[in-house]
């Protein structure tokens, strides 16, 4: 018995093919509705702060900030340079808000000039401070993916920034401020930070969805692809330290027997909310087989087959041909009739079959086997020697082909290759299900329709 699920299923479908007689009957029903083959992926990744911080401060700049003649008002002027002197600490504090904890080095002077009792003073007061300030924000991410922060606020500078200047007491810290801030902006929401850049973390993964998964049966290469059309992401920060991220990809499947098909991936596409904390993946996946491989299946499998009608009479097929026929398939079988005593007839004749599923059996099989009209006719003013009951039950024998074996084997398959595989994680199946959903014929080939659903274990990388 092949394994191959192509050949399998070639097997099964004693079923159709163009143009073999311009005499065969036409079928004019409806338009055969197909299903959509749509692969849906939603994945909750929860990476620990600390896995952040480990990456921004492997990444992030030792010089922050470095500026002259800056303008604090009031007269006053800075020159000023900030570096950081350690590593940062990230905290959620609850409403989606973090908190960023960044020692600092600040350098420079700070100089005022202006008239006090009219006399005019140029001053200044040299700064050599080692600062801890925490600082809280809110990260947003645009549908356009541009990452920013919002409700910024410096909670403490980690000592008092206040000091005596001609008998005045004044508080540097609102001045620093709003420079602190736009250099904080600035540097968090680079776009040059590799994996914690959320637009190429974004990126990755959709390039990585679209990539074709090759499986390989008795030497037949079939390519399984997504074209991602939509994704979905929203963030969360927990109070058990975590980024939570709620990723969803939504596509359609296709398969490709033969070579490798050449896609070029699509832009990302604008943002979705993602409201969906499941974890699962639901795909169904497409097979087609083209008539001549049908054809070619039938000649070399069952050529050569006798057909025992009776006790005196055999059937030997010598050719197959086969074309869809509306929500059915038709194979034309051309054939031999030998009989004992007698000259041999030749001839042709017409079957027609709606493939199915039957899961108790875990095989396919023909429904409503039968003749189609034009043979139905020859064979009813033929002679007594072809009975049609005869050969339909032989041909069902041929028809019904178990493929409980290889669904286990494809979910096992799915489950070694069906993966994501990006810079930072790796998404694999777990647990998956596999199911025939249907089995359709269309003008150009046959469909079947496998429905395949499971778990993604989310792996991240150091």
């Not at 395949?452 to 792996?459: D, K």
Request: hydrophobic share 40%; aromatic share 10%; charged share 25%.
């Amino acid at each position: 018995m092949k394994n191959n699920f192509l050949i399998l299923i070639i097997l099964c479908l004693v079923v159709s093919c163009k143009g073999i007689n311009p005499d065969k009957p036409k079928y004019d029903g409806a338009p055969i509705s197909l299903p959509d083959a749509i692969s849906k992926v939603n994945m909750p990744l929860e990476i620990p702060l600390s896995y952040l911080e480990k990456n921004l401060n492997g990444q992030l700049e030792q010089l922050l900030f470095e500026d002259t003649g800056l303008n604090m008002g009031n007269g006053l002027f800075a020159d000023l340079k900030v570096v950081r002197t350690d590593d940062i600490h990230l905290e959620a504090v609850g409403n989606n808000k973090l908190l960023i904890e960044l020692p600092l080095h600040l350098t420079g002077e700070l100089k005022i000039n202006k008239k006090i009792f009219g006399q005019t003073i140029s001053t200044g007061i040299p700064f050599d401070e080692l600062l801890a300030p925490r600082v809280s924000f809110v990260p947003e991410i645009g549908r356009d993916w541009d990452v920013g922060i919002s409700s910024l606020n410096i909670e403490s500078w980690g000592r008092s920034m206040k000091f005596s200047l001609l008998g005045y007491e004044l508080d540097f810290g609102p001045m620093l401020k709003k420079e602190v801030e736009k250099m904080l902006v600035k540097q968090l929401t680079a776009t040059n930070k590799g994996r914690i850049s959320f637009k190429s973390l974004m990126e990755d993964t959709w390039k990585a969805y679209g990539k074709p998964i090759k499986v390989e049966q008795d030497g037949i290469d079939a390519y399984v692809y997504t074209v991602p059309h939509r994704i979905k992401v929203s963030e969360q920060f927990t109070t058990d330290q975590k980024l939570k991220l709620l990723i969803g990809i939504e596509g359609e499947v296709f398969t490709q027997v033969g070579s490798e098909p050449n896609l070029q991936p699509s832009p990302l596409p604008s943002l979705y909310y993602n409201e969906d904390e499941r974890n699962y993946l639901d795909i169904t996946l497409p097979l087609s087989i083209p008539y001549a491989d049908l054809d070619r299946y039938l000649n070399s499998m069952l050529v050569g087959q006798d057909f025992k009608m009776d006790s005196k009479t055999t059937l030997s097929p010598k050719g197959f041909e086969s074309q869809a026929f509306g929500d059915k398939a038709l194979v034309k079988v051309d054939f031999v009739v030998g009989r004992d005593g007698k000259k041999d007839i030749g001839g042709n004749i017409y079957l027609v079959g709606k493939p199915t599923y039957d899961p108790l059996r875990e095989a396919i099989v023909f429904e409503d086997m039968d003749f189609d009209l034009n043979t139905k006719s020859i064979l009813a003013n033929s002679a007594g020697w072809l009975k049609q009951g005869a050969v339909l039950e032989e041909m069902k024998k041929y028809a019904v082909y178990p493929i409980g074996e290889y669904i286990r084997a494809a979910r096992l398959e799915l489950q070694q290759q069906g993966y994501i595989e990006t810079d930072y994680a790796s998404f694999r199946v777990v647990r998956p299900n596999l199911d025939v959903e249907g089995i359709y014929t269309t003008e150009e080939d046959i469909r079947l329709y496998l429905h395949s659903t499971g778990e993604l274990e989310v792996r991240l990388k150091d």
